[in-house]
């Protein structure tokens, strides 16, 4: 898409689903098991691409740069986003050049109110180095019922996503960041029985986060045109090749889920999309 044309007439929303796994994500989706995730999604699904990280910090920089997973197969490939530089060779006509830093205080510079909604620790403003990321942003929030080890932490994200959609007057345009924190470690507590992190909490715990995407996406639809961006940070070893966890280098952590789409208003539209009627 060439994203130029979007800017300044649609809001933006970025959600990572920290530490999704590509397998996992697929595998829900063709299951039937992701329903409100398989309401917004292209009709291929999930695309498969390479992270540019391999664990939080290290991944959210590039992201905030302009540098989102980059599609797997050979070639160049440019990107919706990117941070005018000498030598880039990924940037075409319909790529949003921008001059800053990172992305989200040059979109702030285009009239946008920028919020981030953290979640795991990168994000929790407890020490200088968790406030690097929420310090970009206009409005941030992190509480411990935000972040990893609340099972309800979606909820009470996109609880307050859905307070700024109402909040912020409907001709302002809104960037919104999430870093969904419920799929990272500690994830068993979404597996009835479970005393320990499997790829089978994992699954359970994408489970329980698109139960609460809904919401989300309805109150999304009463307020304007939305470009979405989904996208894991990384993946996550639970005993492949010996390996647990993840910050190292193996295919699984290296290949995360992502995509992008347009969620039109119903107000734009005269109606309801089809997944919400």
């Keep these: 898409m060439d994203i130029n044309n979007l800017i300044g007439t649609h809001d933006i929303l970025f959600i990572t689903l920290d530490t999704l796994r590509y397998d996992v994500a697929k595998k829900l989706l063709e299951e039937g098991r992701t ?35 980059t599609p797997i197969t050979p070639g160049v490939h440019p990107r919706l986003f990117a941070l005018r530089f000498e030598g880039s060779t ?39 180095l968790s406030n690097v990321f929420p310090a970009l942003f206009k409005e941030s929030y992190w509480s411990p019922e ?5 099972p309800k932490s979606t909820e009470n994200q996109i609880a307050i996503a859905q307070d700024i959609l109402i909040k912020i007057p409907r001709d302002r345009r809104l ?25 089978e909490s994992h699954a359970a715990a994408l489970e329980y986060v698109d139960s609460q995407l809904g919401k989300l996406w309805e109150t999304l639809q009463k307020r304007a045109p939305t470009l979405c961006i ?19 280098n ?4 290296g290949t995360v889920p992502y995509a992008e789409f347009i969620l039109n208003s119903s107000e734009a539209r005269g109606d309801k999309l089809p997944f919400l009627q």
């Design 90 to 128: 990924t940037i075409n006509s319909n790529t949003c050049v921008l001059d800053g830093a990172d992305i989200i205080t040059s979109l702030a510079s285009k009239g946008y109110h920028t919020v981030c909604i953290g979640g795991v620790g990168f994000f929790n403003k407890l020490t200088p």
């Design 146 to 150: 935000l972040g990893v080890t609340n």
């Design 175 to 199: 960037f919104i960041f999430i870093n969904i924190s419920a799929l990272h470690q500690p994830n068993y507590f979404y597996l009835s029985g479970a005393k320990t992190d499997t790829i």
């Design 250 to 253: 193996h295919p699984i952590v």
């Design 230 to 248: 989904l996208c894991s940070d990384h993946g996550t070893t639970y005993g492949e090749d010996g390996y647990t966890g993840h910050r190292l």
């Design 35 to 69: 329903p409100n995730l398989a309401k917004v999604l292209p009709s291929g699904g999930w695309e498969e691409r390479h992270t540019p990280g391999n664990f939080t910090y290290a991944a959210h920089h590039a992201f905030f740069a302009g540098f989102l997973p």
